[in-house]
């Protein structure tokens, strides 16, 4: 118990850190000191005002609410399919949402204001195509269902968008930052049109957390206590599916994120209970985007380069130097 | 404790008939009957592959009915969902999947959740419970300790007190001691007797019948998909039906809470193993 405490205090403080540092730092860099104060609102009006409230606390936010989201997809949709390598990868959301980002950009390159919803409803779409192959005929739901349907799908939608690519050399380079996943400064915009897709899909997860407590015991132990498996993993699916749309329609395709952060949680916590892993998830991957976006944005100041790149760079060291040690 | 008692007049714990299953387009079962009352333990008894375990799993709503019934306490295991369910009957399975860094309480917490709303914490009722059902699983002693660390028999008892938090009146156990010891099964068989004593009622699906014998109020024979025999397991598995059944040439004895199964085991006697084959 006192382990989880522990891990759950590091989480949080490193969270603040990235927090804090991501509202400070960029290509004006505003005191630390400054930064809390304007945070809670004794700013006096100055320009470093209106740069962290208008600029980076949407960023920001953005930035803790995608970590979120896709660290709990992740660590839902790997205790739902009993499988250390789920990830929204898995049930074909990343593959819709890239092709239906890059058939706006390639397509209508006028209306880019449209990239998130398309990223969404391919996302979506691709979901929705993976869970009905899955979850009909025999052995609906299983997991070795799920996974090959989703691969299936992937594949589908990651060939249509090469080929869109292929066919459009001359637009791929636009392409790239929504593929290597990139945060914006559109300000609220884009959270003002997607955020109830996270909130279903954290009200799922969090609804969720117990039934998929349950499957891990089993699926006969799950049935004694009254649920019914398949719909559980049914419900994971979908709930991961919401957050992983919702999160590639304002920062891309950053799959690694969910595919690693639980695994780091559940190795530093010792434990498997989702309980602690979906909080902790949730913490941990919210921390590690708002320090990735931080770096993105200042290393080469005032060139923004996309996050995903970054993030992969401090995640897989930890997630290594974990693997290296616990397992 | 009181789970159905206001419909249950006359009605036994458990009436199932006709019980008809398929699974994947193969009839598995074909007429199986199973009446079980109040605070008896039934053994469930039969060859490999009989359907013994498509039966228990068939009644406690786990597998669905092609045709058939089972009634908990005269309601229909086919109307029964949730909390109710759970509420009817525990089922604890062969042997479950064990977590990474679960401990044994968690575990018998994750027990007790059919009894929580969505999003409730635990009340004292139910903390209560949750270490009730480890007293007399006998788990409390090693109840910090992660799933992983337990030997066969101390997680055998595990599954039992996850069983145990239901709180339902029934306990089903699928061959809890096909894997164990001869102490570890001991250790199991006198806690089943001992919680059928606390007025608990156990369905057992066993494959060793000296042990079924001696635990068993009532012994069920399935055989072929269909249950052929029920009774005291003494006057059921006797020798002409062990020949027909098990193709075995055995006596079954008792005497003094002892029991015995007395077995040609190379086949070299007259009688079974030709007729069988």
């Known amino acids: 118990m006192a382990r989880r405490t522990l891990v759950f205090a590091g989480l949080s403080a490193a969270l603040a850190l990235a927090v804090v540092t991501s509202l400070a730092f960029g290509a004006v860099a505003v005191p630390l000191g400054e930064t809390i104060e304007i945070l809670l609102g004794n700013g006096g009006g100055g320009p470093h005002q209106q740069i962290v409230e208008t600029l980076r606390l949407p960023r920001t936010v953005e930035a803790m609410v995608v970590g979120a989201a896709l660290g709990i997809a992740g660590a839902i949709l790997q205790g739902a399919l009993a499988n250390p390598l789920a990830s929204p990868d898995v049930i074909g959301v990343t593959g819709g949402a890239g092709f239906g980002a890059i058939l706006i950009i390639i397509l209508f390159p006028g209306s880019i204001a449209l990239l998130p919803v398309g990223a969404l409803a391919f996302g979506l779409l691709a979901a929705a195509l993976v869970f009905s192959i899955a979850w009909s005929g025999a052995n609906r739901g299983s997991t070795g269902k799920v996974i090959l349907a989703g691969i299936a799908i992937l594949s589908l939608f990651t060939a249509a968008t090469t080929g869109l690519l292929a066919a459009y050399p001359e637009r791929a380079p636009s392409a790239i930052f929504f593929i290597a996943g990139g945060l914006t400064s559109s300000g609220w915009d884009e959270m003002a049109t997607i955020w109830p897709y996270f909130a279903a899909g954290f009200l799922c997860a969090a609804l969720l957390i117990r039934p998929l407590d349950r499957l891990a015991l089993g699926d006969d132990v799950s049935a004694s206590l009254g649920s019914r498996p398949h719909l559980i993993r049914l419900g994971a699916a979908v709930a991961a599916a919401l957050l992983a749309a919702a999160s590639a329609a304002i920062a891309g395709l950053l799959g690694f994120l969910g595919l690693v952060v639980p695994h780091v949680v559940r190795m530093a916590g010792g434990t498997s209970s989702h309980t602690f892993v979906v909080p902790a998830s949730a913490i941990g991957g919210a921390a590690l985007l708002a320090a990735g976006g931080t770096l993105a944005r200042t290393l080469r100041a005032p060139i923004e380069m996309p996050v995903g790149p970054f993030m992969v760079v401090l995640g897989v060291p930890l997630f290594l130097w974990l693997l290296r040690k616990v397992v | ?277």
């Not at chain 2, 397991?233 to 059944?245: H, I, Q, Y």
């Open chain 2, 1 to 277: 404790m009181d789970t159905g008692e206001q419909e249950s007049n006359g009605a036994p714990m458990l009436q199932a008939r006709g019980v008809e299953v398929e699974i994947a387009g193969t009839p598995i079962l074909h007429g199986a009957d199973l009446r079980v009352e109040r605070g008896e333990l039934v053994a469930v008894v039969g060859p490999n592959g009989a359907g013994k375990s498509t039966l228990v799993r068939a009644v406690s709503g786990l597998q669905r009915l092609a045709a058939g019934a089972a009634l908990w306490s005269g309601r229909s295991v086919e109307e029964m969902r949730g909390r109710e369910l759970a509420r009817a009957r525990a089922f604890v399975p062969q042997r479950m999947p064990v977590p990474a860094g679960v401990t044994v309480r968690e575990a018998v917490t994750i027990g007790r959740s059919s009894h929580l709303r969505p999003l409730r914490r635990l009340s004292d009722a139910d903390r209560g419970g949750i270490e009730e059902a480890m007293e007399r699983a006998r788990v409390t002693r090693f109840a910090e300790r992660s799933l992983r660390t337990l030997s066969g028999g101390e997680l055998q008892r595990v599954q039992i007190a996850i069983g145990l938090a239901q709180e339902a009146p029934v306990l089903i156990a699928d061959e809890p001691t096909s894997q164990l010891d001869l102490g570890a099964t001991i250790a199991i068989a006198s806690l089943l007797r001992d919680l059928v004593s606390d007025g608990l009622t156990v369905i057992l699906v066993v494959h060793d019948l000296a042990l079924a014998a001696a635990v068993a109020d009532t012994a069920v024979i399935v055989s072929r998909g269909r249950t052929i025999a029920a009774g005291r397991p003494t006057d059921v598995l006797n020798s002409e039906r062990l020949a027909e059944t098990w193709g075995a040439d055995a006596r079954l004895t008792e005497h003094g809470g002892r029991t015995a199964l007395h077995v040609a085991w190379t086949g070299l006697t007259d009688r079974g193993g030709d007729e069988a084959s």
